[in-house]
């Protein structure tokens, strides 16, 4: 089963930016889909960006203009840049992998005002 590590996540004034990490431990020649997703305490997960493994990406309203996603093949990593944060941003956020059926088991972005 792969293991999928996020980090990058941290504390940071709205409309300052972060850059999150997605490290699979296991590659392949092209690549996997990755999903992110986040959750707020109280909250539905919902999804956020995925990094398809043709190398297209998809966004969530809640993400478009501000996030992009892109990937290192060779370091088994997607990154999720966020700009622009916003409080409602605020989330645990995951990576899952739809090949594999895996989560990561989440890094923390708290953002405030």
């Known amino acids: 089963q792969v293991q999928l590590v996020e980090s990058g996540g941290g504390l940071v004034q709205a409309g300052g930016s972060l850059r999150l990490s997605c490290t699979a431990s296991?590659?392949?020649?092209?690549?996997?889909?990755i999903v992110w997703h986040r959750q707020a305490p109280g909250k539905p997960r919902e999804w956020v960006a995925t990094?398809?493994?043709?190398?297209?990406?998809g966004y969530a309203e809640c993400a478009k203009g501000r996030f992009i996603v892109s990937r290192d093949n060779a370091k088994n990593t997607v990154f999720l840049q966020m700009n622009s944060l916003k409080s409602e941003d605020t989330a645990v956020y995951y990576c899952?992998?739809?090949?594999?059926?895996?989560w990561g088991r989440g890094t923390q972005v708290t953002v405030f005002s």
């Open positions: 899952f992998s739809p090949t594999w059926r895996a």
């Open positions: 296991i590659s392949t020649s092209s690549g996997d889909t």
């Open positions: 990094s398809f493994a043709t190398g297209i990406s």
